[in-house]
């Protein structure tokens, strides 16, 4: 550490380096100040080592939980175990109203009338065993496989696996005992109170009104009077789901025109869900709950929310709505809105494309903007295109207010981006198989606009190729192109299923336009200071090539050398990365471009994961002759 | 911990509170989630071991859950936890005889670590950064734990602590001072490799 001695009129701000009560303007003062004099900027080192210090020394080794026991029992888990969850708090009065309603018809406390789908069956009494079986079933255990749960129309359904479990239920998958075709999903919820029963019961009713291909369909909400259990009987969708199949991609990450094909009907469910009155928010949009079927249909979104959120321990994981990294920070604290489901969907999106989680919201929330731990997945996949990146991020943006107002402008933003030039599918050109195609496509790639609805179980039956294609591009079979699948699928049904011979893009035709970015000098010399030792090095950006927002060239710095990759937007942000250690960290830089050409920024190291190693620094440097 | 600048950010707790005043012990534990590392961080600052701290955060958690309905501008959530948080550290260390806010003991027994090469050396430099924070004087610790692990503003510490908004600034640059020299100085007595990655 240093024995420099700050500026006297900067003193008070270093220590206040916090910026907690710094205007922005006192904080950009601060930070151009900092960049052009060194003794203050040694003295900021110290003090943001003592901090680093301190904070590291002051750690439990015990992690203190909290005594949830002597707060009121809360009915945090029952919130979770709900499929979908009512976006207004209006409804809380509906909703009493609903419970005093039901209280004279405790066995049936809502079905439907008459369902096409599921013809009701004249009730039948279960056998003695069963009943007697169900009866030594305790308030909380889960139902085993054979037993049989009766709904008050006198269906039946055999329990054949667990699906997911938690603190206040679990889902099965279920057969229809006199039909053992049918198979349905049955979601439980254990010993609910009155006010659970009704939120529900009112769920239930509001599901069943949908019907959407994309979205499975509840069939029943019912209660059992002996087992004080909740039940909701739904469609089965069989299928891996997506956080599955990016498992199994190259670099576990999908690639662009993929994800939008993969994408397009839940952004279409999103739209119909968001379109009822009042709208209704999924609240946890996340690649888990989207399955692709592989059974000849697009990808549904569902919620098996409790199975995995209740694994983790609960002190850790208590959102009550939604998962960490996908959900909005508005479900930290009550209020969300359709924009909700828009941070979801794009965090599900931004993690298709990286294959990285995105820090979740209530840590980028409690950051400062500059700190905000959420890299642009340009950062992390150079390949992207800053556009890409640019709509991602607004959609995730913390205040709802910055995020696009409907999933539908999010969604043609993002077609439109990618430069504003059109594909063209050749029939004959040559196959490609889809590991080999260049990350260059990006650029290449319009998709058409959302689709507009179309008769729902109608397209439904006819089955879309996507998923056949899926398959074959999963299991790498031949040469399929993820580019005919992902047109494919938004055009119309194809003649034939037949159409596996692959289509590349052509050469697209460039508009030349004027760059909006800024033009970076070829060199640039300067300085960064480690965080982590206080140490001030030589900092060299040479060899840069800039092509658009695009730019790369050699790296020389903190004791390494190496290429560096990157952006700059058009108003004047500059990230890039640097590979280092045989690729087993990557520093990534960020900073902004400031009048006189200097550019100032901070570091921070990242491991394979993207997680933050904790080396960091500050750094700047101006044009090098 | 949150921004008073920050409209939304600073929305969302309010919100949280207001949720937890109606009795949500959902909303309260966002909350403690959102504050826990933060005041275990201060208590285990201001008394030294992570027993004590244990106890008093958890007891600090409990009376902001018991007294929430007290509390009338849900904005103030923050300093209030931490004014807290501080009066339950002040309580204990009067009741500790010697009224220092330090364990010395548990700081001198640990010190038998200190030497001890390899995965230690974190261990060790805790202890040393804990030892040095004991050397401040208890104003100018106490302004620095606020802001280093409540991220309290100024305007806050001043409130938590009683003390001038001005007074508060001076105190802040003063501690990081105080403490470098203290550590310093103790890392050189020790001969302690503090610093890992100093050398790379």
């Known amino acids: ?31 151009a100040h900092i960049a052009s004099c060194q003794a203050c900027a040694a003295v900021l080192a110290d003090y943001q080592n003592v901090d680093a210090l301190i904070r590291s020394a002051l750690v439990f080794k015990r992690p203190l939980q909290l005594r949830e026991d002597l707060l009121r029992p809360a009915s945090l888990s029952i919130h979770n175990a709900l499929v979908f969850k009512r976006p207004l708090q209006l409804w809380e009065d509906m909703m009493v109203s609903e419970t005093h309603k039901m209280k004279d018809t405790p066995d049936t406390l809502w079905q439907p009338e008459h369902h096409t789908d599921l013809p009701d069956k004249a009730p039948t009494m279960l056998p003695a065993s069963s009943s007697l079986m169900l009866d030594t079933v305790s308030m909380h255990e889960a139902l085993s496989v054979g037993d049989i749960i009766q709904d008050p129309a006198g269906g039946r359904y055999v329990i054949e696996t667990l699906l997911g479990e938690g603190g206040s239920g679990a889902v099965y998958l279920v057969r229809d005992q006199s039909d053992s075709q049918q198979r349905f999903a049955l979601k ?216 696009f107002q409907t999933i539908e402008q999010f ?208 750094w700047n440097v101006g044009p090098h002759p | 911990m949150l921004r008073s600048e920050d409209n939304s950010t600073a929305t969302v707790q309010a919100r949280l509170v207001e949720l937890a005043q109606a009795r949500d012990s959902a909303a309260f534990t966002t909350l403690y989630l959102l504050h826990t590392t933060g005041i275990c961080g201060y208590l285990l600052g201001l008394v030294g071991n992570e027993e004590d701290a244990h106890d008093l955060a958890q007891q600090a958690f409990l009376q902001a859950w018991q007294k929430l309905s007290g509390l009338h501008d849900v904005a103030r959530f923050t300093p209030w936890l931490y004014a807290i948080a501080r009066n339950l550290a002040h309580d204990h260390s009067r009741r500790k005889k010697g009224a220092s806010w330090s364990s010395w003991e548990h700081l001198e027994e640990s010190q038998a670590d200190v030497s001890e090469p390899g995965p230690e050396d974190q261990v060790a430099q805790a202890e040393l950064v804990r030892l040095a924070l004991t050397t401040l004087p208890p104003k100018l610790r106490d302004c620095l734990l606020l802001q280093v692990e409540g991220k309290l503003s100024r305007r806050e510490i001043a409130e938590v602590t009683g003390l001038g908004e001005k007074s508060v600034s001076v105190y802040l640059s003063g501690a990081r001072k105080a403490f470098l020299q203290a550590y310093q100085r103790l890392e050189h007595e020790q001969d302690v490799p503090g610093r890992r990655n100093a050398d790379q």
């Open chain 1, 1 to 31: 550490m240093n024995d420099f001695m700050p500026c006297p009129q900067w003193e008070e701000n270093l220590a206040a380096l916090y910026a907690v009560d710094l205007s922005s303007l006192e904080q950009k003062a601060l930070n």
């Open chain 1, 188 to 403: 439980e919820v254990i010993n609910p109170d009155k006010h659970d029963r009704a939120r529900f019961t009112f769920e239930g009713q509001v599901l069943w009104r949908l019907e959407h291909r994309a979205l499975p369909r509840v069939y029943r909400v019912f209660e059992n009077d002996k087992l004080k259990r909740f039940y909701m009987l739904m469609d089965y969708i069989e299928g891996p789901n997506l956080e599955a199949l990016q498992k199994e991609q190259p670099e576990q990450r999908f690639p662009f025109a993929l994800s939008l094909a993969l994408l397009a009907p839940i952004i279409d469910a999103l739209n119909y869900l968001h379109r009822q009155d009042p709208p209704i928010v999924h609240r946890d949009v996340k690649p888990a709950n989207i399955i692709v079927p592989m059974k000849g249909e697009g990808a549904v979104l569902v919620d098996f929310g409790i199975a995995k959120e209740f694994v983790e321990d609960k002190t850790t994981n208590v959102i009550r709505h939604g998962s960490p990294g996908y959900a909005a920070p508005e479900q930290y604290g009550g209020g969300t809105n359709p924009q909700t489901d828009l941070y979801g969907l794009a965090a599900t999106m931004y993690t298709m494309l990286t294959g990285v989680i995105p820090p979740d919201a209530i840590t980028r929330a409690t950051r400062s903007k500059s700190l905000d731990p959420l890299r642009p997945v340009n950062l992390l996949v150079p390949a992207i295109p800053l556009e890409v990146a640019e709509v991602i991020k607004r959609a995730m943006s913390i205040s709802i207010d910055d995020r």
């Open chain 1, 411 to 618: 969604w043609q933003e993002l077609h439109g981006t990618p430069t504003r030039e059109r594909i063209e599918v050749a029939p004959t050109m040559p196959s490609l198989g889809p590991r080999s195609l260049p990350e260059q496509s990006w650029k290449k790639i319009t998709m058409p606009p959302l689709q507009r609805e179309r008769p729902e179980r109608e397209a439904r039956r006819r089955g879309i190729l996507l998923p056949v294609l899926l398959a074959l591009f999963i299991s790498v079979v031949g040469a399929v192109s993820f580019l005919g699948v992902a047109l494919k699928y938004g055009g119309p049904p194809p003649a034939s299923s037949t159409a596996a011979p692959s289509k590349t893009p052509s050469i697209p035709t460039s508009t030349v336009t004027v760059s909006p970015f800024p033009q970076l000098a070829t060199s640039y010399a300067g300085t960064i200071l480690d965080l982590l030792s206080g140490q001030k090095t030589p900092l060299f950006l040479t060899n840069i090539k800039q092509s658009q927002g695009t730019i790369q060239g050699s790296f020389q710095g903190l004791g390494l050398v190496g290429p560096f990759k990157g952006t700059v937007s058009a108003t004047g942000s500059v990230h890039f990365t640097v590979s280092v250690y045989g690729g087993t960290e990557t520093l990534a830089f960020e900073g902004t471009i400031k009048i006189g050409g200097d550019i100032v920024g901070t570091m921070d190291a990242l491991d394979p994961n993207g997680n933050q190693t904790g080396e960091s620094g500050v």
